[in-house]
DNA sequence: CTTTATTGTAACTGATGTTGTTACAATGCG
DNA sequence: CGCATTGTAACAACATCAGTTACAATAAAG
């Protein structure tokens, strides 16, 4: 199973933001949708969660949708927590009633659980160690070369 | 979203496999399901994944199920991979049409991608260095520790 | 050669999560 | 006030997962 693209949408969303210019017409949800290609309404869900997250503010009506930060203070890493593609420690699921009267059985949630979470951890310090600046400065670099 | 039961499962009956001793009787799809605690046909699911990666022997009728390898040549990789819990590269999904009359739209997929990439090969180079002797050896471990 | 246990596989179910959609009340700017 | 916009609920369509029933194919054992 895949990882939600509520991450990869989220990620263009603030890249949008980060973006935007004192003097542009304000960023809506329905311009946002434009751009990501989908319906107002999974931007402003998504919106939602990034402002439970603290990453934007969103001021009701027409009042424009903003980072809370530099983009160089925001990390994939809190991106991907903001839109809970996945539950806090829980990127692999373990069957979970395994029969305690075989020594596998009993055992094998423990023996794969520091595994798990240390592969779960590395892919996280890769999200980590990338941040919103890097990702909007790559995007600008492309559309400078593509011109 | 998370990653299917179907790894740790498989995890689990390669570790019963490699248990196995000559004089024991026969693992079958319903002793494995046993210690599982899940279906026979689930099990009998999985090892057809595993056999098809050429992880497993299943003779069919009464014949038993082995390992072809040593537990000391199998990484949890080969079964992470074996099981297709996630299409090869595409453990994180993408909004695939953003629109390509927007800067970011046009490059974000681009822009994206490395970083995806890096976080997908962290997580899978944690699950190749860990080999299933490593799990039963565990697993043995904490038997005896707990008798 | 027949009996028997087992595998391999198809088909179906119920649960859950995702993405897109319509609808509409609440908000606050002009 | 009027109006564009947000916030949110509700629903549909779809996919995947895990479990289940059913049964033909297989091969070992007597």
Redesign the interface.
């Known amino acids: 199973?895949?990882?939600?693209?509520r991450?990869?949408?989220a990620?263009?969303v603030l890249?949008?933001l980060a973006?935007q210019q004192p003097g542009d017409a304000l960023l809506t949800s329905e311009r946002m949708a434009?751009?990501?290609?989908?319906n107002p309404v999974v931007i402003r869900r998504i919106l939602g969660q990034l402002k439970k997250a603290g990453l934007v503010e969103v001021r009701p009506a027409s009042g424009g949708t903003f980072l809370t930060r530099s983009p160089r203070a925001i990390s994939?890493l809190e991106v991907y927590r903001a839109v809970e593609?996945?539950?806090e420690g829980?990127?692999?699921?373990?069957?979970d009633?395994?029969?305690p009267a075989?020594?596998?059985?009993?055992?094998?949630?423990?023996?794969?659980n520091a595994?798990?979470q240390?592969?779960?951890a590395?892919?996280?310090?890769?999200?980590a160690g990338?941040l919103l600046a890097q990702?909007t400065t790559?995007?600008?670099a492309?559309?400078a070369a593509?011109s």
Chains 1, 2 share one sequence.
């Open positions: 199973m895949q990882i939600s693209s991450f990869s949408v990620v263009h890249s949008l973006l434009g751009s990501v290609n989908t994939l593609v996945v539950a829980q990127l692999f699921s373990v069957h009633q395994p029969n075989c020594p596998v059985g009993r055992h094998i949630q423990a023996a794969l595994t798990l240390r592969a779960q590395a892919l996280e310090q890769q999200l990338v990702v790559d995007i600008q492309k559309a593509s």
